[in-house]
């Protein structure tokens, strides 16, 4: 694969993560990976106690912009996405965890990608772990390990790169939200909703154990600053269970982010 090519895939992967939540992968936990994931509901980040929505106040907006515009609405940030599957047998497991920096100003980017996946069939766990650099028209992508690839984009690829990552614009898995009140999330005051994925089970005949969604949208400006959603079934005929969790969180929010291309990496 051209390496130029790895931070619009990963974003893409992101995008399409948050937006679709495909189903679990078959594959099994890390030693250190509990062999039956918690059901509980998800913990609440640290944050203010949220205050309670007043009747005599217009309705608070819901509705979240897109991902890629509501980022480029910021001078700088650190988001991370993250997806994980459990099931349906004990050992499956999978996660895809990214990690993206950003400073609008001095043009620079890092990604940091992880995909870690196992199975019944396969138990040992296998990691793809992965860095892309950009500063300026520069990109270094690999790691410290397999080495660096140097490469650079003209103008023209900027562009279809730009107009490729505009049209898969999205936004992550949203129904029927619930307005739960003002809170202070990473610094940033958001309105908080809560929400559940409605239809689950109907088709499948499973019991639906844990439905939770929240999210935290900036009050000034729209954009995501926390989404979360844990989906948990279960099979009432083969016993098994499926467990999917995906978060966006994001940090650092217009604060001074310094990205260099590492020293290995050379034209």
């Known amino acids: 694969m051209n390496k130029k090519t790895i931070p619009v895939l990963v974003s893409l992967l992101g995008l399409v993560l948050a937006c679709n939540l495909p189903g679990p992968w078959p594959v099994a936990p890390t030693p250190n990976q509990p062999s039956q994931p918690d059901s509980s509901q998800p913990s609440q980040p640290d944050s203010s106690q949220p205050s309670q929505p007043d009747p005599t106040q217009p309705a608070v907006s819901p509705d979240p912009v897109n991902i890629r515009e509501g980022l480029a609405s910021l001078n700088s940030y650190t988001q991370l996405m993250e997806w994980k599957s459990f099931g349906p047998f004990q050992a499956d497991y999978s996660l895809i965890h990214i990690e993206t920096q950003r400073d609008q100003s001095q043009d620079t980017a890092l990604v940091h990608y992880t995909v870690t996946r196992s199975s019944q069939e396969d138990p040992e766990p296998s990691t793809t772990d992965g860095y892309s650099y950009s500063v300026g028209a520069a990109i270094c992508s690999g790691n410290e390990v397999d080495g660096w690839e140097y490469s650079q984009t003209n103008p023209q690829e900027q562009e279809m790169s730009d107009l490729l990552q505009t049209m898969t614009d ?3 898995l949203i129904d029927n939200p619930v307005f739960v009140g003002s809170e202070n999330i990473n610094g940033i005051a958001t309105n908080h909703f809560t929400f559940q994925v409605s239809g689950l089970g109907l088709e499948s ?5 844990v439905n939770q969604g929240d999210y935290w949208l900036a009050q000034d400006g729209q954009y995501i600053v926390k989404y979360q959603l844990i989906i948990e079934t279960l099979d009432p ?21 310094i990205i260099a291309l590492p020293a290995g990496c050379i034209p």
Not at 205 to 209: P, R, S
Not at 241 to 254: A, S
């Open 237 to 257: 005929m083969n016993q098994t269970t499926l467990r999917m969790e995906v978060l966006i969180d994001l940090t650092d929010i217009n604060q001074a982010v």
């Open 170 to 172: 999205v936004v992550p």
């Open 205 to 209: 005949g499973a019991e639906v154990k």
